[in-house]
């Protein structure tokens, strides 16, 4: 584990995530794994930061959000890059899924958000 934590912090993450709970619980967790991350509470602020930081190397977003969703906000900034993309949601409608594809995603965590299966996820991904 502590080389996936090593390999963990070599990446800078974005989070979207408009659930404060779950935000917050994020935050913490990475502050103590000394990740390099950033939040953004909506698609819209997520893009904004996504294009004021183009060294990210992965943008973990939720799908249903106020203001732009998280399928939204994936269009746009693979219209600008080719980040990897993991999507976050305790949906699974083929819908979603379908769209998420066609996006260009292929990687999801269902919520409840589990630590381990993100960590293990996030550092088996190649950097762009």
Known sequence: MHDKIAKLRELKLLFVEDEEDLTSIISDTLKKLGANFLIAKNGKEGLEIFQ??????????????PIMNGL???TEIKKISNVEVVIMSAHTESEYIDRSK??????????PFDFLKFIDLVVSLEKK
């Open 52 to 65: 004021n930081n183009p060294d990210i190397d992965v943008v973990i977003t939720d799908i249903n959000m």
């Open 72 to 74: 939204d906000m994936i």
């Open 102 to 111: 066609a996006l260009g995603v292929e990687h999801y965590l269902l919520k």
